[in-house]
């Protein structure tokens, strides 16, 4: 995959005044990321992700201006939090007041961003979480080089936490690579699409929410078994949410998902429905409908009526379904995974986000 042009800015365009930042909203809104019925807890954390957020804003920061607008761009539009969330949703299995786990959920929410400039750049995306992308305003080369940048501040925050924490955040950043690497590459001749597309999920998405919640859990305090059995949840719940987005890239608005619908189509990625649909039409007797969408999506989709064709035909065909089954089937493994785990509000809200995943995918 080639890299997409530079965008045509001027030079005193690509440094800019950063969006606001209001770290107390932000954390106000933590409470939706994981549905909670307890509202002490949700009390607790809310609270805590303030805190979370503010000091994600010093990480982030920077004495070069550009370095520094560039670097609050993502942080300033917002996101679901999601992985700092569940280090410090873990962390209540233990001392969920313990500062660590603030510091753990700054490493893996920069970690995340950091992955995001990247992706960007390969993916071409024109928007994330609803702004412009860092390189379609400042373009390829200072994105990439702030994405290094910020995977250099999580990898200074994680080295206050121990070698422990320095181990666990280098081989997730392996796995980070390799997901990219491999959804790049695609699959050889001898692999089966569908289960290598399975571990790229795996490697990109599920790794950095497994070490989430495997971080919180450790520096709460958590007995052995409780940190690997939220690791296991974490890498299901990842692969169940990232097949969730493989739907909602096909049936949300723009307005709702924070990106342009069908860009993995235009920039053949291809996810779930689409590899299912790729396996339908090579059977023999496949049917011509089949044939004639995997044709199209091989075809030119740089219009926008050509995208939105194939995108509507996505949305009517069984693939999608399929797709639904497949991110609930995960959600609810993941679930299962926390059986182990003494009841209580914090195994009551990591079941409640499980369930909240499957509903996200019908």
């Known amino acids: 995959m080639s890299l997409p042009p530079e965008p045509s800015v001027a030079p005193d365009s690509r440094s800019r005044e950063p969006a606001p930042y209001d ?11 994981i549905p909670m019925s307890d ?8 609270e805590r ?17 550009l370095a520094d607008d560039v670097s609050h761009h993502l942080v300033a539009a917002g996101g679901k ?3 700092p969330f569940l280090t410090l949703l873990a962390g209540e299995l233990g001392d969920g007041s313990r500062r660590e786990l603030v510091d753990a959920a700054i490493v893996v929410e920069l970690t995340h961003l950091a992955s995001l400039y990247h992706d960007d750049v390969m993916d071409s995306a024109p928007l994330r979480r609803g702004a412009p992308s860092v390189h379609s305003v400042w373009g390829n080369s200072v994105a990439i080089l702030v994405g290094d940048l910020l995977f250099a501040r999580a990898s200074a925050r994680v080295a206050g936490l ?4 320095v181990r666990i955040q280098a081989e997730t950043f392996e796995r980070l690579c390799l997901g990219q690497l491999h959804e790049t590459t695609g699959p050889s001749a001898a692999e089966d699409p569908v289960a290598h597309y399975l571990q790229v999920l795996a490697d990109k998405t599920a790794s950095l929410l497994a070490t989430s919640a495997r971080l919180g859990a ?3 305090g958590a007995p052995q078994q409780a940190v690997e059995i939220v690791a296991a949840y974490g890498e299901k719940v990842g692969v169940a949410f990232q097949l969730a987005d493989d739907v909602l890239d096909l049936t949300s608005s723009g307005a709702e998902s924070g990106k342009t619908p069908g860009t993995d189509l235009r920039e053949g990625i291809a996810t779930m429905p689409v590899l299912l649909l790729r396996q339908r039409a090579a059977r023999a007797g496949a ?11 091989d075809g030119d989709l740089e219009s926008d009526a050509a995208l939105a064709d194939v995108v509507e035909r996505l949305r009517a ?19 299962a995974e926390l059986a182990p785990l003494p009841s209580g509000p914090v195994k009551e809200a990591l079941e409640a986000f499980a369930e909240a995943l499957a509903d996200r995918a019908a």
């Open 317 to 335: 065909h069984d693939v999608l379904r399929e797709t639904r089954d497949l991110a609930v089937r995960y959600a609810r493994e993941a679930a």
């Open 39 to 46: 509202s002490a807890l949700a009390a607790r954390l809310t």
């Open 49 to 65: 992700m303030g805190l979370v957020e503010q000091a994600l804003a010093d990480a982030v920061a920077s004495a070069d201006r």
């Open 218 to 220: 450790m520096f709460g």
């Open 287 to 297: 049917a011509a409908q089949d044939v004639a969408l995997v044709a199209d999506l």
């Open 162 to 165: 121990g070698p422990q924490a």
């Open 81 to 83: 939090r999601l992985r």
């Open 23 to 33: 770290a107390d909203a932000l954390g106000a809104n933590v409470a939706t990321v």
